[in-house]
């Protein structure tokens, strides 16, 4: 059973999860609006992923006896003044992601909720991957700069980091 406060701070991360997913879908659409199919391709299916962390969180809530709460989210940026800006915000935002699981981590061992926190290292292990992944292309897109040829070939080149990181094993919390 989960405590109140557990419950509000997850409910918190739901709604941190769903507004990433917003953001982006936003970006997706901003690239895809651009021309750049592969970016966008990345986009959609980080957006995907962050819906599924949101569901992952509102089936836990729920399972342990918690009531899971579906919000008004903050409407995202929906355009930038380029891809590199853009990039940069992708880093930003899972920065301030990390942040917030690591402060649902600090609650869940205050508590002593050690489900909760067994949960979360699901979410500890996935920011990891996912700020390696927004440094790693944010500096291929730092050094590409305003070359519109660069962005062309980068633009190849995330189809195939979409491949390899879907590639990747799904983790054993459903
Ligand atoms: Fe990338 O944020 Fe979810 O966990």
């Given at each position: 059973?989960?405590s ?18 917003q ?6 659409v901003?690239?895809?609006v ?12 980080q957006?995907?992923e ?5 569901l992952?969180?509102?089936k836990?809530?729920n ?15 929906v355009?930038f003044?380029?891809?590199q800006?853009?990039?940069?915000k992708l880093?930003e935002?899972?920065i301030?992601?990390s942040?917030?699981i ?7 061992l205050q ?12 979410y ?8 390696a992944t927004?440094r ?6 730092n050094m ?5 040829g ?6 190849r080149?995330i189809q ?9 094993p799904e983790?054993?919390?459903?």
């Amino acid at each position: 059973m989960l405590s109140k406060s557990i419950e509000k701070a997850l409910n918190k991360q739901i709604r941190i999860e769903a507004e990433s997913s917003q953001v982006y879908l936003a970006m997706a659409v901003w690239a895809e609006v651009k021309g750049l199919e592969g970016i966008s391709n990345f986009m959609y299916d980080q957006s995907d992923e962050e819906r599924e962390h949101m569901l992952k969180l509102v089936k836990f809530v729920n399972e342990r006896g918690g009531h899971a709460h579906i919000s008004e989210l903050n409407a995202p940026n929906v355009s930038f003044d380029s891809f590199q800006k853009m990039f940069e915000k992708l880093l930003e935002h899972e920065i301030f992601v990390s942040q917030s699981i690591n402060e649902l981590v600090h609650i869940s061992l205050q508590e002593k909720d050690y489900a909760t926190h067994n949960f979360l290292q699901w979410y500890v292990a996935e920011q990891i991957e996912e700020e390696a992944t927004a440094r790693t292309i944010l500096d291929k897109i730092n050094m590409i700069g305003d070359d519109k040829g660069g962005l062309y070939l980068f633009d190849r080149d995330i189809q195939q980091l979409n491949v390899i990181s879907s590639a990747a094993p799904e983790s054993p919390v459903a």
